[in-house]
């Protein structure tokens, strides 16, 4: 096929607009010149407006995966007893971060493809009426479930004074996210998935409520002190070397969603999301997850009568179009098609008609054309 | 809709590849440097695999328009006699280049959507025995026709020793080329077409025989003067300041077909085209030409019972996508896509998804999904 074509269809790393690209490629400066604090200044409040949050949303340099365990790190100290939501791949990554740092957690397992209710977390904080803190994962990427944090959250509320933490990485910046009239208390996600940026940056907000917690907090930590990032962030710096390029593309990134405006972004999510669905019905292939409890930028199909690892080979080879497998037990029972951040309708329709094509080579029965002409229909009915 | 994303499916300028991209962004070096000369040693040999010729391609600064211009004031005097074959809009430049220039003109003027055939430009070489040279279109962009240049360069022999000289423009690169076997004296090309680069560039060959006739012709020219080109090249070098980062584009460019396999490279562009026309077929959309004489790089559609111009402005406005309409006397009467360069099958099969969309918003009553599962037929079948 076409070299230099790549069709990266996976929940992140996503690809990077154009735009972005050439932002990203601007001269070096210095970190601690005022063009770099003129760049911050500039990014602050593009990013509030993402997370909804009055607070500072903070940027550090590493992947999602750190700025999970910055949360942790900053509200929970060893002993605390905690909750765990475990829905996935992500919420079992935040349990063994709990778990490395000797906190004593709490996990509640969720069959993978379901989201939790707020019930079963609400009788976990009856059941255990000391936990400090729960941790929950707003769009579980492995399983392309999109957990209702914002109902969680006043249920536990109801219930309980713990903090309310959340996983937004493979969501925030494509799905609508009003952290403070929700009550989330810290909400973290990184750069790769719906910002349309490189892997390299995650970003962190706190409520006014769990910063008072994080400043009592006497555990040990140094890069992952979230109170320097405060300080220093309201001064329009950083404490240790910022990875500018990312921080130019990111200025980036947001004016684009500016343009677009954010209720449209998340519009244009949610479309790709009930185009892809429908496709995959027509086609009458199975979906892991229901209609309710799905992410507007992943989903996870699960094939009933052929081998989704052969299939995702053939998209790939035939096509250069990545698609992800299953994670853990679900490891070549299932693949994930992401549709978040730089991807319009025009590409899904583009992926979705791939996909017909290798479901053919791969020896799938179907009627060409009926995915993709289901999803025209969703389109044209929005 | 998502800013960032231009689907630019015109008959050029096309997308540029991204290590295309890349490697245009190189630092400037001196074009009279070492690494100039070695730049160009490397894109001599396989600039002439494309053309299909053992004759060194020359590489100027300038439009495809400066590239028919160079191949006119080169060839042919004031009143030598020539015949212009005019197939639509870029034939009739041919033509007016040559009245510019007070040559002797006979125009051969066949009805646009229509090849012109071997045995037509035969009578009229037996009718003008003085003919010194024939220009023709190889593609013509302005409707999507291929003419058949080695049958007619054939057919011309028989009859008198008239130059052949083809107007390349927008398919050398994306359809099979072999100038010397076929008898081609001149064929130009410009970068924006089937090469994958950015306009600013022409390319010109030149047989033995038009060598000959060049080095004879008295008329004055200075920058489009082949042979100072010619001597420059020898000696990997060129006359004036060449357009640098378009020759680190074309080197790149060069490298992706040479890495994908020329006769790949052609074998996609035609089955591009059959898919196209399969789609709009099943669409009940009539074609401008027939399978016959369509271009492997362009299609051109005349629909019967809706606005063109209306349609391309629906495809625009909701998905950025770029499709052209006709130009002098069938403006507003068709549309032309684009389908070369960097444009795989899995693109094609995103344009005619999203041109279906654009047809039913146009009021056009069709079933959707039928031209996709069409192309889709076409590309299971190849």
Chains 1, 2 share one sequence.
């Not at 605390?80 to 778990?99: A, H, N, Q």
């Not at 906190?103 to 079963?120: C, F, M, N, S």
């Not at 990485?169 to 799905?175: A, L, P």
Request: glycine letters at 6%; aromatic letters at 6%; a negative charge.
């Amino acid at each position: 096929m076409l070299p230099d074509q790549n069709l990266l269809r996976i929940p992140g790393p996503t690809p990077i607009p154009p735009s972005v690209k050439q932002a990203m490629s601007r001269p070096m400066i210095g970190h601690r010149d005022p063009e770099a604090a003129k760049l911050l200044q500039e990014i602050k409040p593009k990013l509030k407006k993402v997370f909804g949050t009055k607070e500072d949303v903070l940027p550090l340099a590493g992947s999602g995966t750190s700025g999970l365990e910055t949360a942790v790190v900053n509200t929970v100290q060893p002993d605390d007893e905690v909750l765990v939501v475990v829905t996935g791949s992500f919420g079992d990554r935040f349990d063994k971060i709990c778990e490395a740092h000797n906190i004593k957690t709490h996990r509640l397992d969720i069959p993978w493809g379901e989201a939790v209710t707020p019930k079963q977390v609400k009788q976990e904080l009856i059941k255990h009426p000391n936990i400090k803190a729960v941790f929950l994962t707003y769009c579980e990427t492995s399983t392309g479930v999109l957990n209702p944090i914002h109902e969680i959250a006043q249920a536990a509320k109801e219930q309980s004074d713990a903090l309310i933490i959340a996983d937004g990485v493979s969501c925030v910046g494509g799905v609508e996210t009003k952290m403070d009239d929700w009550g989330i208390d810290v909400l973290v996600t990184g750069s790769q998935k719906a910002m349309m940026l490189p892997a390299g940056l995650t970003f962190l907000a706190v409520s006014e409520r769990a910063w008072k917690v994080i400043e009592e907090n006497k555990r040990p930590r140094f890069y992952f002190d979230l109170r320097t990032y405060r300080d220093k962030l309201a001064d329009d710096s950083t404490p240790y070397t910022p990875a500018l390029s990312l921080l130019f593309g990111l200025n980036q990134a947001l004016n684009l969603m500016e343009e677009e405006g954010l209720d449209n972004v998340f519009k244009r999510h949610t479309l790709m999301k009930k185009m892809t669905r429908a496709a995959f019905k027509a086609l009458d292939i199975p979906l892991l997850t229901t209609d309710e409890s799905a992410s507007p930028t992943v989903t996870a199909v699960k094939p009933a009568d052929f081998d989704a690892d052969e299939f995702r080979k053939i998209a790939k080879e035939e096509f250069r179009l990545s698609l992800a497998g299953g994670q853990k037990h679900l490891k070549g029972e299932i693949f994930r098609v992401g549709h978040m951040g730089y991807c319009s309708p025009a590409d899904v329709l583009q992926f979705l008609s791939i996909i017909e094509i290798a479901l053919v080579k791969a020896g799938k029965d179907i009627e060409l054309g009926k995915g993709v002409q289901a999803a025209q229909t969703v389109y044209l009915n929005n």
